[in-house]
């Protein structure tokens, strides 16, 4: 089995930096991602508060990313961390590919997208339904779609669909958005137009989604849609972490303390699986904060 100071378990924006600080550190150290590196901050349209970047789409920040860390860190990607037990003093990282034995962890595996749990809803994903605009608004340019919620990122992804063409109208459950000022004034700007009040019943269709039921203060309208793009918040990727005994808070992310240091002896946590500001610089810095006390701890 193979022997790391250090093992990493996911390879968004804090795993990444995670496992350059633990390399520069001085610790031998590895980053396990089940999919492709950049996690969610993939999907983000635009970025323009990343500092040192007016403006840069998510993808390009992942892979920037990547690559400078991967001057110092091995990635490996499509490998999947199953289990991480305890053994005689060191951790057993297994995974569908392999065991690794490592003195410490660091969880960064990051959110899921929330689902809305209507009718329709698993019926017709990726038959109309989505939750990443960057990765399917291409398919309805020019057609009309929805958005669901009233957070950054459904604002973000309101903006996106509208440039691209698309006739976009953003569904909101509350009369106020919760999104920063900054963007509720593009939207504003964009003519975006939002249903207040709103929420969607049921998505309907027949091979495709072609319109959703809402229900505004008790009164129910249909809206005709080519799609809908769900974008209600995220939920933590914390299951492996529970199965370990990492104590979670009641919304299921990872409890650590100011330096990223979980209840159970050289595990840590880091970015959005966390909880708290969700934002790539905070993961960044999180990540960074997790290595250092790994290798505080590891002297
Ligand atoms: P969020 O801030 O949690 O917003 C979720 C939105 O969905 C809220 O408006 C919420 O309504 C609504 N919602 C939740 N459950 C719902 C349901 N079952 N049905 C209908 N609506 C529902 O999530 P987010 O927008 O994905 O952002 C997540 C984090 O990433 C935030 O910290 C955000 O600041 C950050 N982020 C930042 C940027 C940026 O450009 N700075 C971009 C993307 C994300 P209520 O308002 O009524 O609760």
């Known amino acids: 089995m193979v022997g790391e100071d250090l093992i990493v378990v996911g390879a968004g924006p804090a795993g990444m930096t995670a496992g350059m600080y633990g390399v520069r ?26 500092p040192g970047f007016d403006r840069v789409g998510g993808m390009e920040l992942a892979s920037k990313i990547k690559e400078h860390v991967s001057r110092y860190v091995e ?39 929330r689902r809305l749990g209507v009718k329709g809803e698993s019926e017709f994903a990726g038959k109309g339904v989505s939750y990443c605009a960057t990765c399917d608004g291409f398919f309805f340019k020019n057609k009309p ?17 509208q440039k691209l063409g698309c006739r976009v109208t953003l569904i909101h459950r509350r009369d106020e958005l919760r999104a920063e ?25 027949d091979k495709v989604v072609k319109s959703v039921i809402l229900d505004s203060n008790g009164v129910e309208s249909e809206l005709s849609i080519a799609g809908l793009f769900v974008s209600i918040g995220e939920e933590p990727n914390s299951e492996l972490a529970a199965k370990m005994g990492v104590a979670l808070d009641a919304n299921g992310y990872i409890i650590t303390d100011k330096s990223q240091r979980t209840n159970l002896k050289r595990v840590y946590a880091a970015g959005d699986v966390t909880g708290g500001v969700r934002q790539v610089v905070v993961a960044c810095a999180e990540g960074a904060i997790a290595a250092l006390s790994a290798y505080n701890d590891l002297l």
């Open 145 to 161: 779609v929805a958005v669901v919620g009233g957070g950054d990122s459904a604002v973000r992804e309101a903006l996106y669909l």
């Open 181 to 205: 000022r900054y963007l509720q004034r593009k939207l504003e700007d964009a003519g975006v137009t939002i249903r207040w009040n709103s929420v969607v019943k049921e998505i309907k269709g």
């Open 25 to 50: 550190s001085g610790l031998k150290t590895l980053v396990l991602e089940k999919g492709i590196s950049g996690g969610l901050s993939n999907e983000a349209p635009e970025i323009e508060n990343y």
């Open 75 to 113: 990635i490996r990607e499509l490998e999947k961390v199953e289990a991480i037990e305890e053994s005689s003093n060191e951790l057993v990282v297994t995974t569908d590919k392999g065991s690794y034995r490592t003195r410490a962890v660091i969880m960064s595996t990051g959110t899921r997208h």
